[in-house]
């Protein structure tokens, strides 16, 4: 049989074993464009079946395009920059130049300063050992930048292919369908969902040049909290509208949880402000200090929640992270789930996440 690829994900297509990844029905390949049976139940029932595929899997794909030619373009979360970062990109795709893109950023709040933001990607980009040829601000879901962003792809590439990355959940597919949208009028051509793992192989599409874009599958950062969630509790973390932060006026040895999944406790200094940005869909509960080890253990997953349902099972015990803060501004970054935004120096804070998910303190985002 002639080898086949999936439109939707890129995988070879196979109709022998309905359990492994790529079978679709021997009918359907009588059709002009086939999509694996895993594709078409997430395109038509948000369905998503479990690959086989590690992220090692991933990183081996990744690191093929390291002899070619061309431009990188890096897909980050603007929501999650950190959770999202691939460390070390270079090691994987060779000396190529890379325009960095952030992408979510319909979701922040409108009266943030886009040419700050983009300054402050710069001076973090840096800061993880990555210089840039530009940085773009874009909505891949709303379309906003697009027009820019295919303006600089075209800049940038100079007549070369181009690939895109990210890890999982940044939203490259929709940003390349977004690409194909508006560059022919078609809708939808690759799988897009909220689950990792969706592009199991490069997806090529041509350009008029005789070049092409491809999309690459999504490396899984395992410190994300992404990974230790079901469907139902990845989606209430996910925002999909503008961010709606909330702000505390805490006095020392005050607690927040943020649903049952993370919390901040104020250890010690003056009565202070805290901002917390996560999905508007997270309720934020306040205690004591003193009750809140209680408070988690009688109502984890009723009154604080998510988790619920498997993610109770499946998420790893609360660790404690401490953090002294000297200066004003400071962000304490919870990978996946948000940022709580620290204005006063002077405090001591501590933050208990998910064992395996990445806390870090940086300078404001907003």
């Given amino acids: 049989m002639e080898e086949l690829k999936c ?66 373009i890096k897909v980050v979360d603007i929501f999650d920059f950190n959770g999202s970062w691939i460390n070390g990109l270079q090691r994987f795709v060779g000396q190529k130049d890379i325009l960095l893109i952030g992408n979510k950023s319909d979701i922040l709040p409108k009266s943030i300063n886009r040419n700050r933001l983009i300054n402050w990607m710069k001076a973090e980009a840096s800061k993880l050992g990555l210089k840039p040829i530009d940085v773009l601000l874009i909505s891949a879901h709303k379309g906003h930048g697009m027009e820019e962003a295919l303006t600089a792809i075209d800049k940038y590439r100079k007549g070369k292919d181009v690939y895109v990355v990210g890890c999982t959940n940044v939203g490259k597919s929709t940003f390349i369908n977004r690409i194909i949208k508006n560059a022919t009028g078609m809708g939808e051509v690759i799988t897009t969902s909220h689950f990792p793992g969706t592009t199991l192989d490069l997806v090529e599409i041509p350009l008029d040049d005789g070049k092409a874009i491809y999309d690459t599958p999504g490396i899984i950062n395992n410190h994300q ?16 509208k503008e961010l709606k932060p909330k702000v505390f006026q805490l006095n020392a040895e005050q607690t927040l949880f943020i649903g049952g999944l993370a919390r901040f406790d104020f250890i010690s200094g003056e009565r202070s402000s805290f901002t917390i940005h996560v999905s508007n869909e997270l309720q934020i509960h306040r205690t004591k200090l003193e009750n809140a080890d209680t408070l988690y ?70």
């Avoid at 359990?19 to 395109?43: H, Q, Y």
């Avoid at 909290?225 to 999909?240: E, G, R, V, W, Y």
Wanted: hydrophobic share 40%; proline share 8%; charged share 25%.
């Fill in 7 to 72: 439109i939707g994900c890129g995988i070879d297509i196979q109709t022998d074993d309905p359990k492994k990844e790529g079978f679709a029905p021997a009918a359907s390949l009588e059709k002009e464009e086939v999509i694996c049976r895993r594709c078409f139940r997430l395109r038509n029932y948000n369905e998503l079946q479990p690959v086989s595929l590690s992220g090692d899997d991933f990183l081996a794909i990744l690191n093929g395009i390291g002899d070619k030619e061309g431009l990188v």
């Fill in 225 to 240: 909290i992404a990974h230790h969630l079901d469907a139902n509790d990845l989606k209430a973390i996910t925002p999909k």
């Fill in 297 to 366: 253990a009688n109502h984890l997953g009723e009154m604080l929640s998510p988790p619920s349902g498997e993610s109770l099972d499946k998420m790893p015990p609360l660790v404690r992270h401490e953090f002294s803060i000297k200066k004003p501004k400071m962000d304490i970054v919870i990978s996946g789930l948000g940022w709580i935004t620290i204005q006063h120096p002077g405090v001591v804070v501590a933050v208990h996440a998910p064992r395996g998910v990445d806390v870090i303190l940086r300078p404001s985002l907003i």
